[in-house]
């Protein structure tokens, strides 16, 4: 199994989709599931998302597993045999290895049908890094029709021992969320800049204030980010003050409530700095992934599976400052993201050089096996 994983990450990986655009992976993953003959096969759920499930032998309990399909806007800086064919598109979060594990345990459900108890859904979600594809896919009429007692699903972790278990009850990963600040003014001759209204004074000013918003509202033990990740003023014209500019940034928080005060403390902050400036001001907030909450059984049992699989165990003691969209399917259903450690000295996620290591394939698949019959034993 390990070889054929190895086979289908490395076509995945040559051949990454952006979110949003995963019409060619979608038919790659359907043509791979139909072969392994699924009770049902649906396509383009929410959108480009596909949903495979296979009934055991025996009723039991309804188990779903998740992996996310889509890659991102970085140029891969590997000299790989499998390297992104795609300028600028490029598997440098591992989707690829998490795909490629889910096709493996299709193949094995597929071979294994008559020992199989309960039902298992095998979800393949696009659009996770815009964080829209999970709800997307839970507003569809045949997954607000299917029951989940579980959901399972894995994330590869640099920075970690290989093959090791990160794991911890409880909040996960953090709330994040992304906000867009539009400033208009009016421009005018560079050489005349009294006869407009340029925004580079409040854009400057309100880029200060969100960077100190944490330390000023929230309290110290508790742990919240600002990240300012873009921002522009006016065009490239040295002849033209500018009148328009806009601010980009991300907002993190361990606990929902210190997200929203950071929050209502930037659109407070964001709108005096404006209206002082006589400026127009547009607020708009994209990207918002609530925490990934562990249940308490599901971890103990990972921790179980982790010692009969001989790997190490990392109890974590604090979330992750990143965030995970599949947090929404577990706000529905009993959850576990599941932390598997790709190595410590390889570069992190989202970084150019990244590649998922092909050893983990075998541990993930593993992982999930043992679940699919532990739970319903």
């Known amino acids: ?59 039991g309990k309804v188990i779903g597993i998740r992996a996310d399909m889509d890659g991102l806007p ?14 600028g598109v490029s598997h440098s979060c591992g989707h690829d290895g998490h795909m490629a594990i889910i096709l493996g345990i299709a193949e094995h459900l597929a ?25 997307k896919m839970l507003a569809d009429k045949r997954m607000q029709d299917l029951k989940f007692d579980t959901v399972l699903a894995l994330h590869n972790l640099p920075g970690f021992k ?18 867009i600040i539009r400033l208009w003014g009016a ?16 854009m400057t000013a309100i880029i200060n204030s969100l960077n100190t918003i944490p330390q000023m509202y929230i309290p110290v033990q508790n742990s919240a980010l600002i990240t300012i990740i873009h921002a522009r003023l006016g065009d490239r014209a040295f002849g033209t003050t500018p009148g328009y500019a806009h601010i980009m940034a991300t907002m993190r928080a361990y ?11 930037a659109v407070f902050i964001t709108e005096g700095i404006a209206e002082s400036y006589d400026l127009r001001c547009e607020i708009e907030w994209v990207e918002d992934y609530p925490a990934m909450i562990n249940d308490d059984k599901l971890t103990d049992e990972l921790i179980a599976i982790g010692k009969r699989l001989d790997l ?57 096996v043992e679940f699919i019959y532990r739970l319903n034993r």
């Open 74 to 87: 970085i140029v891969e800086n590997t000299n790989l045999p499998y390297k992104s064919k795609k300028q």
């Open 1 to 59: 199994m390990l070889e054929r994983m190895i086979e289908l990450r490395h076509y995945l990986h040559s051949n990454p989709d952006l979110p949003g655009e995963e019409e060619a992976t979608a038919a790659f993953i359907n043509d791979i599931l139909g072969k392994t003959e699924p009770d049902e096969l649906w396509t383009g759920v929410g959108g480009k998302g596909i949903v495979a499930l296979y009934r055991g032998a025996k009723s």
């Open 111 to 135: 071979q294994n049908r008559n020992e199989l108890t309960g039902t298992i859904v095998l979800i393949f979600q696009p659009e996770e890094e815009l964080g829209t594809g999970a709800a």
């Open 162 to 179: 290989n093959n090791a278990l990160i794991v911890r009850k409880g909040a996960f990963t953090s709330n994040t969320t992304g906000m």
């Open 255 to 265: 606990e929902a409530e210190d997200l929203e005060t950071m929050k209502s403390r």
């Open 312 to 368: 190490p165990i990392i109890e974590r003691a604090h979330p992750f400052s990143w965030s995970e969209d599949f947090s929404r399917f577990a706000e529905r259903s009993p959850g576990l993201l599941i932390g598997l450690g790709s190595g410590k000295d390889l570069p992190q996620l989202h970084n150019s050089n990244y590649d998922f290591p092909d050893d983990l394939l075998e541990t993930g698949y593993n992982i999930f």
């Open 187 to 202: 421009t005018s001759h560079a050489g005349h800049p009294e006869d407009g209204n340029s925004p580079v004074m409040a």
